[in-house]
């Protein structure tokens, strides 16, 4: 009994370890509507393009609050330099819309869909 201890154990141990490490791409998944990434993408597309300066603030908010949900989700399971360059992209955006920049923002918001794409693979 106690070598089935000694070998299952590890064996168990480095089977969670490598579950948690690829499980980024389903847990970057929205679980509630608080934390649907791609739909605040579209709508702050849409707030964007209608010029509606002060409902894309509130909606990059609601992008950020959502990314932080989902940042504890995923910190183990993908690399530190994807969470980092999504965090960036996101306050660019935030700077661009402050600043009512549609070019800028459009920029910032096609890279931060395409970031959010390439999450987890």
Do not use: H
Not at 55 to 60: C, F, G, K, R, Y
Request: some cysteine.
């Amino acid at each position: 009994m106690r070598k089935f201890f000694i070998v299952s154990i590890p064996i168990v141990t480095i089977i969670c370890f490598i579950l948690i490490m690829l499980s980024g791409n389903y847990l970057k998944n929205s679980f509630s509507q608080n934390d649907n990434v791609p739909q605040l993408i579209q709508v702050l597309n849409k707030n964007i393009s209608d010029e509606k300066w002060e409902e894309a603030n509130s909606t990059i908010e609601r992008l950020d609050q959502a990314w932080n949900k989902i940042v504890r989700r995923v910190q183990f399971s993908l690399e530190r330099d994807e969470i980092n360059g999504f965090s960036f992209t996101l306050a660019r955006l935030r700077g661009a819309i402050k600043g009512k920049d549609k070019v800028s923002s459009f920029s910032e918001l096609s890279e931060v869909y395409e970031r959010w794409n390439s999450l987890g693979k």
